[in-house]
């Protein structure tokens, strides 16, 4: 599917997950994410998606932890730290681009496949998939991955208009 060898994709996995530990803090230094489905999880993602798809940009950052991580693979472009991950959504809210998010998991994560609206009654196409990573009662890690993977997760790759 990857059109790559299993070498190639286990070497690619080894070099991302030791990408991923030396950004984020121990985790024995984090407070534990909430129980999947819990209903801090729950309230925690309804203000995310709140924010998101609003385009608070103060609302989503106080959902942000001091030391937030951004990464969207396979770009090789990374984020460390609130005030910068804020001017990037700064950047993309200011847009006047909206989306609409719909819940999916990965790894048992929150995730939500990011649908562009476009103008009243067009379709919705997929721009991404968003991958939160929870730490106590805020968002220490966000993945974005492009739309191709939607179908993965059960997503369609767009959404009939509103």
Known sequence: MLDSTVGSVNSALKRARAG?????????????APAPDSASEQTLVAEFVRAYESGDLDALVALLTDDVF????????EYQGRDVVARLFAGIFDSGRRVDLVPTRANGQPTFGAYLRGSTGSIRHGTGLFVLTLTGDRICAFTRFDSSVLPWFGLPRSLPGR
């Open 20 to 32: 991923l530990q030396h950004q984020l803090p121990p985790t024995g230094e984090r407070e534990p």
């Open 70 to 77: 951004l990464s969207m693979p396979p770009i090789p472009l």
